[in-house]
T-cell receptor, first 113, second 114 residues
Framework: EDKVVQSPLSLVVHEGDTVTLNCSYEVTNFRSLLWYKQEKKAPTFLFMLTSSGIEKKSGRLSSILDKKELFSILNITATQTGDSAVYLCAVVNRRGGADGLTFGKGTHLIIQP | ETGVTQTPRHLVMGMTNKKSLKCEQHLGHNAMYWYKQSAKKPLELMFVYNFKEQTENNSVPSRFSPECPNSSHLFLHLHTLQPEDSALYLC?????????????FGPGTRLTVL
């Protein structure tokens, strides 16, 4: 059974701190790993990672994938209260001729002023 | 606003009711998706439609019946639901099926089954 595990499940930090969110996975026929930010309802896309060791960066957010150890991290530096959200990790894999998508439970991040 | 709209935003229904959720996108996308997000459980992909054809059904019970009359509209027909079906139902669309990295999500319908 395909599995995606995120840790921690929740995290409270102060503004200005740096946080690292973890995502590990066990799937067959891996294709890519995705990170989303979910504030109220609709998740918004952050990164798609397909290759090991290549860091993707967008402002204060960055992410990297390790396909050997089967995990990814999402880093947020100089956190702001607007970064408070649930961060979702999802893995795309090939299943029976079509791509499937498995999500982790998410990390609930709270940034305190 | 992502360009994907869902109605209604909130729905309360009894176990014997029949209702439908609607999703609409005018982004020119060809693939549409239904997801279920229950409290304390991961987001689950339910159905995938590509060019109006269903390409994936992730073992969803038959009390959930999707319909895709055209590439811009997607429905989820609900009948004889159970209280454990209470969840946030999210619709998404993308240019092509499997383009999960370029999905646009709607705001969701919060469903409560009494």
């Amino acid at each position: 059974e395909d599995k995606v595990v995120q840790s921690p499940l929740s995290l409270v930090v102060h503004e200005g701190d740096t946080v690292t969110l973890n995502c590990s996975y066990e799937v067959t026929n891996f294709r890519s790993l995705l990170w989303y930010k979910q504030e109220k309802k609709a998740p918004t896309f952050l990164f798609m990672l397909t290759s090991s060791g290549i860091e993707k960066k967008s402002g204060r957010l960055s992410s990297i994938l390790d396909k050997k150890e089967l995990f990814s991290i999402l880093n947020i530096t100089a956190t702001q209260t607007g970064d408070s959200a649930v961060y979702l990790c999802a893995v795309v894999n090939r299943r029976g001729g079509a791509d499937g998508l498995t999500f982790g439970k998410g990390t609930h991040l709270i940034i305190q002023p | 606003e992502t360009g994907v709209t869902q109605t209604p935003r909130h729905l309360v229904m009894g176990m014997t009711n029949k209702k439908s959720l609607k999703c609409e996108q005018h982004l020119g996308h060809n693939a549409m998706y239904w997801y279920k997000q229950s409290a304390k459980k991961p987001l689950e992909l339910m159905f995938v439609y590509n060019f109006k054809e269903q390409t994936e059904n992730n073992s969803v019970p038959s009390r959930f019946s999707p319909e895709c009359p055209n590439s811009s509209h997607l429905f989820l027909h609900l009948h004889t639901l159970q209280p454990e079906d209470s969840a946030l139902y999210l619709c998404a669309s993308s240019r092509a099926s499997g383009s999960f990295g370029t999905q646009y999500f709607g705001p969701g319908t919060r469903l409560t089954v009494l």
